[in-house]
């Protein structure tokens, strides 16, 4: 398993895990996966970084952030279905937080009805900061 810094030319497959997670935390964005890539490309051409985790020559879990000035936004933590509970998630939190995000905070915005990602990132030892509400 190696973490690296992803590739403009990662956008289509990273689409497709992105794609994954929209189904898997049920959020209603419609895009289908030309968009999806389109948007990618669009992220890592400009304001967005991305690390990837590869396993035998696999991206298996990506986290795609950027840097807000006085933090880090991480809009994105993906593990692909069939490598979860595993600790690749916690791994690539590990390593970003020692060798990438060692100066600010970082924040993320969570579906509040997405328990299972609540409770992980509440475990790694994120706390709420604001409730965004929506109607």
């Known amino acids: ?7 403009l030319t990662d956008a289509d497959v990273l689409a497709k895990l992105n ?3 929209i189904e ?3 959020h209603p964005n419609p895009m289908d996966i030309a968009e999806l890539t389109e948007r990618m490309r669009a992220w890592l051409a400009t304001d967005y970084i991305c690390y990837i985790v590869r ?3 696999h991206i298996i879990a990506y ?3 950027r840097d807000d000035g006085g933090h880090y936004y991480m809009r994105q933590l993906y593990v692909d279905r069939t490598h979860r509970r595993k600790g690749i998630a916690t791994q690539l939190l590990d390593w970003l937080y020692e060798n990438v995000w060692t ?3 970082v924040r993320l915005d969570v579906l509040a009805h ?3 990602a609540v409770a992980f990132y509440k475990r790694y030892g994120f706390r709420v900061g604001v409730y965004r509400m929506e109607r």
């Open 63 to 65: 986290c795609l952030y």
């Open 1 to 7: 398993m190696e973490i690296v810094k992803a590739e």
């Open 103 to 105: 100066d600010k905070k």
């Open 55 to 57: 396993k035998n020559g």
């Open 24 to 26: 898997d935390e049920r």
């Open 19 to 21: 794609k994954h997670l």
């Open 114 to 116: 997405n328990e299972d």
